[in-house]
């Protein structure tokens, strides 16, 4: 089976930093996806990470520790716009979206 | 291009009632897959098609759901004898590589929010 673990809710500053963690266990596992899901519309292709390490995309960085079953998504310079759930999405045998992680930005 | 499309957007319908739920997936794109999502949760998987092929259904919830997709582009999700407890975003997503590629980046329609009452 699948477990996923995201924090519920956070929330931040803008033009701050936030660190949104993302810890599972799966059966089998070839890479882990982060979406991006603003209240009321689909979820969106934020990024994937196969190898151990950070993968950097202009505002926004994705870590995976493969050995640890861990992956963070890092948003820099926070806007107002980034508010929105983040889905975590490790690909095992099947794929499967974690509970998302509600992220709300303050001015 | 066009995206994924959904339709109807919304449906209510009465217990008891078939459903049919429409997905066209981004044109040429070998993966179809449909899920369900519950307010403030991530997408649940349902079934998944490669092609025509359905590979995976093992998320559908029990035999009133069903889904096809005869000429590997359009599908159908139908939910037949509704009930109350199936009311429920849909969400279909497609994607131009196979799900065993695992770089199976997805993308989503709008969705259908079904409400049965």
Known sequence: ?107 | GAGVSQSPRYKVTKRGQDVALRCDPISGHVSLYWYRQALGQGPEFLTYFNYEAQQDKSGLPNDRFSAERPEGSISTLTIQRTEQRDSAMYRCASSSQSRDSYTDTQYFGPGTRLTVL
């Open chain 1, 1 to 107: 089976g699948q477990n996923i673990d995201q924090p519920t809710e956070m929330t931040a500053t803008e033009g701050a930093i936030v660190q949104i963690n993302c810890t599972y266990q799966t059966s089998g596992f070839n890479g882990l996806f982060w979406y991006q899901q603003h209240a009321g519309e689909a979820p969106t292709f934020l990024s994937y990470n196969v190898l151990d390490g950070l993968e950097e995309k202009g505002r926004f960085s994705s870590f995976l520790s493969r050995s640890k079953g861990y992956s963070y998504l890092l948003l820099k310079e926070l806007q107002m716009k980034d508010s929105a759930s983040y889905l975590c999405a490790p690909y095992g045998q099947n794929f499967v979206f974690g509970p998302g992680t509600r992220l709300s930005v303050l001015p």
